[in-house]
């Protein structure tokens, strides 16, 4: 594939074409032993079972149907193709914020033909929303904190020739656009929108100071040139879904963070075995972070990408607060955080 092709993929096929899984897995001959194991009748009691449960699903399904519209008090809306938002009757919708929305008075609006600066986005609300959650304070004011997961290249620079970085203000703009936004959020006119120069207006962009919390705190996997103690880690990026937790923080989870690793000597690079269990590669995903900031250059700083991959606790309440990698609930590509107070009271992570 040219780099172009590459870049176009999606991250799982990105993954798959740089680091190919075996057709067999350890996971397959795992499940491959247990079926044989359970036998002939096991199985045929396995498929009437779901064969009987399909037919009385089927039976069942108007029904279903109509009492759900009954319990939701609205009626589906109709299946169609216009590039919008459909809402049921009664109902209304409206943009509360956007990429490039500024969160504190000295920033400008967003330009649709620079599409912004790195100085301005590092301000800025962030790019392609994944998970998020609304906080309340004592005085009721509600607080939005969102993954700001990834960016599209093609619209975050559509401005440029062939939609690609042409300056380092480029790849630094799209790096700003990652990461986490925390904005005050207030009705006005039945409207919602952002309050410009809340206390709470926050970016948490790639480069947030943040802790390393927990058993990988110190490893020597962790050391960098800039962190000899292995506590301290610069950002959050690639958070795909999220969590709450009953103490009111908020749970920001790191997927795809393989993607931003790059060098200049992509072919020459060689993987040693973690790295290419997580997908490190001398080919990152077309942002070129690399190229800006050393530290994503996986030949000059090796250890950078072991630091990413995990679940990043905010608190939203309070601007000050230093962001805690808990590296306790393990590293991989987490796609979401539920948390669950147990019946004796403890606290359960999904």
């Known amino acids: 594939l040219s780099e172009d092709e590459l870049h176009d993929l999606s991250f799982d096929d990105f993954d798959e074409v740089l680091n190919p899984r075996p057709e067999n897995s350890d996971f397959d001959a795992i499940v491959e032993e247990a079926l044989s194991r359970r036998g002939f009748m096991g199985g045929v009691l396995a498929f009437g079972g779901v064969a009987t449960l399909g037919a ?116 630094n703009k799209g790096k700003n656009a990652h990461g986490l936004t925390a904005c005050e959020l207030k009705e006005v006119d039945g409207r919602w929108q952002i309050v410009k120069d809340s206390p709470y207006n926050r970016r948490f962009t790639p480069d947030e100071p943040m802790e390393i919390t927990g058993p990988a705190r110190g490893h020597d996997l962790m050391k960098t040139s800039a962190d000899p103690e292995g506590g301290t880690v610069l950002g959050t990026y690639n958070n795909c879904g999220n969590g709450r937790t009953p103490w009111g923080t908020y749970l920001a989870c790191e997927e795809n963070f393989n993607g931003y690793f790059g060098t200049a000597d992509a072919d020459g690079y060689v993987q040693d075995g973690a790295k290419k269990r997580y997908g490190v590669s001398g080919k990152d995903w077309g942002y070129g972070w690399w190229k800006v900031d050393s530290r994503f250059d996986v030949a000059k700083e090796p250890n950078e990408c072991n630091r990413h991959g995990y679940v990043t606790e905010v608190d939203p309440y309070d601007p000050n607060s230093v962001p805690k990698k808990r590296t306790a609930l393990g590293r991989c590509k987490h796609e979401n955080a539920e948390v669950v107070v147990n019946a004796d009271g403890r606290i359960v992570i999904y």
């Open 56 to 171: 009385a699903t089927t039976a069942l399904a108007p029904v279903s149907a109509q009492a759900a519209a009954n319990r939701f008090g609205f009626s589906a809306v109709a299946a169609g193709i216009a590039d919008t938002i459909v809402v049921p009757d009664g109902y209304n919708w409206h943009v509360a914020a956007r990429w490039g929305d500024p969160l504190f008075s000295d920033v400008p609006e967003f330009d649709h033909e620079t599409r912004g600066t790195a100085a301005s986005q590092a301000r800025a609300f962030g790019d392609n929303n994944d998970g998020m959650s609304i906080f309340s304070d004592t005085d009721g004011r509600q607080i939005l904190v969102v993954n700001n997961e990834y960016t599209n290249r093609s619209v975050m620079w559509g401005n440029n020739p062939d939609g690609k970085y042409v300056t380092d203000d480029d790849i």
